[in-house]
């Protein structure tokens, strides 16, 4: 079972491939961690639970890959509150709810509504982690949402403030102007868990999506824009 002391055994292998530098966590598609542009950081030791680190400047960089298991995401972010992170900026795909936001256009998550009813922090609590309930008012970041904001308008990067719905989508089709009146501007079936879990270890968080369109007759077969995401990664290389 995970605890805060088996998290600092791995920190403590870490610790040497960031110690003195800046660290920031990602979670982004693997695809998207593969084609970042930055020094990528060789150790003969293992670096799970993260994929890849780079380094870019004095910036060390840890990426966590969105398509593995939630309960490695979430001891990855616990990692890198342990190692003294200054954010986790996650990167994730939605869909519109609004005519608004138009697909291959880029969000900035405000807010979120969790309409599922999970939550990664069912069962035991650590104490040292996080306390059992923890303040989930403001759960993104500010400074850094604002500054993701000031960077994706530079770049002249299309995008959007909006509040997130986190849904299942096989559900969603009949629900749609409800979600639009609880004031949700997109939705999907990700990202909350870890912002949750990042809240809970009291770690900042940022999260930044592609906006994609959804066919309801064929849920499995949405694709990730890959263009997208190497946009993303260009937003978040630019914010370092």
Known sequence: METYNSNLVIARRLKNLVQSERLVGLILPREAINGFAGEEIVSPNS???????????????????????????????????????????????????????QKGSYVIIKDHVNWTGENPLRGHNDSCIGERYPNMNAPYDKDWSLHLGQIADRMVMKYSKAVYGRVRISELKNQLSEWRGMGCDVMGEGLVDEVISSVHCRLPVAAVGIVERIDFDRVGSVQICGAGFSQITRLIKNCL
């Open 47 to 101: 670096l799970w639970p993260f994929q890849k680190m780079f380094r870019i400047g004095s910036t060390v960089i840890a990426c966590l890959d969105s398509n593995t298991m939630l309960q490695q995401r979430i001891v990855g972010i616990r990692i890198l509150k342990v190692l003294q992170s200054e954010v986790l900026i996650v990167g994730f795909c939605c869909f519109p709810l609004r005519r608004t936001i």
